[in-house]
């Protein structure tokens, strides 16, 4: 028999693959190869079965071909991978050759006088030539990975610099000038970062990469506002601190960025995430009704130990000062029957051990039930105390009075109030990072606890900055900037406190058994993916939606009565367009289409519309529009996305129609400035108020971006402003 077209190498790579894209390429060609191989041995030899064979045999060594020309091309380009994706390269056409052989079945009689191997003699030749494509073709998506990864990193080495260069200006033109190139860079590496997270196949690299990405989001406009309070006091201590913790945060956040995508750490350990109790009543309960498998292998010494060190780790309750003593009392009698249990499991293990007997007894079958439902009632009471004390906090810290009393003192230039009140403020500061703590603890997977280890992160570290944010305000109380940082490091806590409310919510959810964001137990709808069209256009009516709502501020800001009628609908009227625009970003309280479609009926009721009803009949017609379209049921991915398109162009239509009536009301009230009552204005459930107005290369898709940074021109403004302060 001729020696297989393959020949003898070995191009087994063991690659892992690390993400989506790459996993989602490889799919139908391991489908493909996965038919040849799995023919059965006796298949009849019709002509139908022959065709069939060689045209999938020249289907995957055509589609080989054009993804080697890929390959090459991307070696050509890429110096210091020519060699590598060479090889593999060439041993993926080789092996696609060598397929193409093997399924060249359309004459099998003159195959078989000609001695040429083929998939029905030579089964063997062809699976080697089936794992030499699949580990080359693997070789080659990696690589080309790898230039992702090479750009992410030559990304965040570019903001490293511009970062240096911010930390060391002196004057406000330089400043004005590094941060518009500082704006850009986080800009691409906003973009790349961004579909890097959405690429992962790891859900805790996932979670890692979007806490990191929500660090630089943020710290982007605590950069700016803390640099601007250092140029404008630079003699201030406070002020420079408060710069220096912003900056250090970046720089260990584009840190964590480069040890997830490229899987290493600096000091060149394994980063491992501490071990919650959880996860260790999930690994105790495994190994204990592993016990009936393994009366002879398994050390009950080791789940003795395991029980001690998970005992141990109750101890963040037991210990806490805000646990109440019923609650502790509760602990530790589920933790002296959890213990008795494990005890009782032993020796009836070690009973079964002395019977030789070959399976679990009966009474060894119930001490693992009672053990298993011990350790439960200790997680659920966990649970409890955690959740418990979670919402407790954040009902107290709903109303931020502490914030505000901050800024009043600091506005009163207030150093002894402003001292008491960061007092309190750390105080809050621990009580939430320890809870953080506690929820991690129960928290139900790996990517929430996560995300609790950046919450604890996030209060451990804002709450300093607050404090030597309302100092320099408290020493220069007229200072506009100084005001402004300390708004953004407030703004900053409530936000972080709005993410912990969804965080609660999502824990509630997974231990409950709800279908949920992490929950990995149910299934979840597919959400249907758009299109680069689709998703540009969205994009596009949310950054023109996120303009109008600026502009409808900008005039209410102007209105000298904040409680008149006209004020309160159109702020709701912005807060609902800001949300649509929000929901366009992926981000925000509106997470489906029909939350979209709900919320685009909130401002329609008669009662609510009625003055500006009488004010323009093309209002009413662009709310009639509105309503009838939100309210009209579809179904299908292209009906559902021109509903959402509709829905977002018609809000822009009222926004249109707003910003035209708000000067003209303002004129005409203030010339009457009659004595009728106002209703009043009623709290805002909007988000966060987007305080400047987006420039039209914002519109153009330049100076968009997933970290919030503005655009040159209004940096230029607020500079321009701070200086005159």
Not at 128 to 147: E, G, H, P, Q
Not at 262 to 274: I, N, V
Not at 321 to 342: D, F, K, P
Request: net charge negative; aromatic share 4%.
């Amino acid at each position: 028999m001729a020696s297989s077209p393959c020949g003898g190498g070995n191009f087994d790579c063991g690659l892992e693959i690390q993400t989506r894209s790459v996993e989602q390429t490889l799919i139908p060609l391991v489908s493909q190869i996965t038919t040849l191989i799995n023919h059965k041995d006796k298949l009849k030899k019709t002509e139908k079965t022959l065709r069939a064979i060689q045209r999938v045999g020249q289907a995957v060594s055509v589609a080989v071909g054009r993804f080697v020309a890929v390959g090459e091309a991307i070696a050509a380009e890429n110096e210091d991978l020519k060699d590598e994706m060479g090889l593999a390269c060439f041993e993926a056409r080789r092996a696609g050759t060598a397929i193409a052989q093997l399924t060249d079945v359309s004459s099998l009689e003159q195959c078989e006088g000609d001695g040429r191997s083929t998939v029905f003699s030579d089964r063997t030749g062809m699976v080697k030539a089936a794992r030499m494509l699949l580990s080359s073709v693997t070789k080659v998506l990696v690589l080309a990975d790898c230039i992702v990864i090479k750009q992410i990193i030559s990304s965040r080495n570019k903001v490293l610099v511009t970062l240096e260069q911010l930390e060391r200006v002196s004057t406000f033109q330089e400043f004005v000038q590094i941060f518009s190139q500082f704006g850009n860079e986080m800009v691409e590496f906003a973009h790349l970062t961004g579909d890097r997270q959405n690429d992962l196949k790891d859900e805790k690299k996932r979670a890692r990469m979007a806490a990191a990405r929500a660090v630089l989001e943020k710290c982007t406009m605590m950069l700016l506002t803390a640099s601007k309070t250092c140029l404008r006091h630079p003699d201030c201590e406070s002020a420079r601190i408060n710069k220096e913790a912003v900056f250090q945060r970046m720089r260990l956040a584009l840190e964590q960025v480069i040890e997830i995508v490229t899987d290493t750490r600096s000091d060149g350990e394994a980063k491992a995430l501490p071990v919650s109790i959880y996860a260790g009543i999930k690994d105790f309960k495994v190994k204990v009704e592993g016990l009936r498998d393994s009366l002879c292998c398994v050390s009950c010494e080791a789940v003795a130990a395991q029980l001690e060190a998970l005992m141990e780790k109750t101890e963040d309750f037991t210990d806490s000062a805000y646990t109440s003593h019923e609650q502790r009392e509760t602990i530790i009698q589920l933790c002296q029957i959890t213990r008795q249990e494990t005890k009782q499991l032993i020796n009836t293990w070690r009973h079964a051990q002395s019977l030789k007997a070959k399976e679990a007894t009966d009474e060894m079958e119930l001490s693992i039930l009672k053990t298993c439902q011990s350790i439960s009632d200790l997680r659920r009471e966990l649970h409890k105390v955690a959740v418990g004390r979670a919402t407790e906090l954040l009902k107290l810290h709903s109303d931020h009075l502490v914030l505000k009393a901050l800024k009043a003192s600091g506005g009163d230039g207030n150093l002894e109030a402003v001292a008491d009140y960061a007092g309190t403020l750390t105080e809050h500061k621990e009580q939430l990072v320890e809870t953080c703590r506690l929820l991690c603890h129960i928290s139900g997977t790996e990517p929430l606890e996560i995300t609790c280890i950046h919450a604890e992160e996030t209060f451990r570290v804002i709450g300093p900055q607050i404090i030597s944010a309302a100092q320099t305000l408290a020493l220069h109380p007229t200072s506009k900037i100084a005001k402004e940082n300390l708004d953004v490091f407030c703004e900053a806590w409530e936000s972080q406190l709005c993410d912990m409310a969804i965080l609660l919510k999502e824990i509630n959810d997974v231990f409950e058994g709800r279908r949920g964001k992490h929950s990995a137990n149910l299934k979840t709808v597919k959400a249907a993916k758009l299109d680069a069209e689709e998703q540009t256009t969205i994009a596009k009516l949310g950054l023109e939606l996120c303009l109008f709502t600026s502009d409808v501020d900008s005039e209410v800001e102007r209105w000298d009565e904040q409680d008149h009628e006209m004020v309160r609908l159109c702020q709701i009227i912005s807060s609902m367009a800001y949300s649509m625009y929000l929901f366009t970003r992926g981000e925000g309280l509106l997470k489906t289409t029909l939350d979209l479609f709900h919320q685009a009926e909130v401002p329609l009721l008669d009662e609510d519309r009625i003055l500006i009803l009488s004010e323009t009949e093309k209002l009413s017609d662009a709310c009639q529009q509105l309503q009838v379209c939100a309210k009209t049921p579809v179904q299908g991915k292209s009906a559902i996305f021109q509903k959402v398109d509709s829905s977002i162009q018609n809000t822009k239509g009222i926004l249109t129609v707003v910003v035209y009536l708000l000067p003209i009301c303002n004129k005409l009230i203030r010339k009457c400035k009659s004595e009728r009552s106002c209703v009043a204005s009623p709290q805002h459930w909007r988000e966060k108020q987007l305080n400047t107005t987006v420039s039209e290369e914002t519109l153009n898709g330049k100076g968009s971006n997933g970290f919030g940074v503005k655009s040159l021109e209004q940096h230029m403004a607020s500079l321009t402003f701070l200086e005159s302060k």
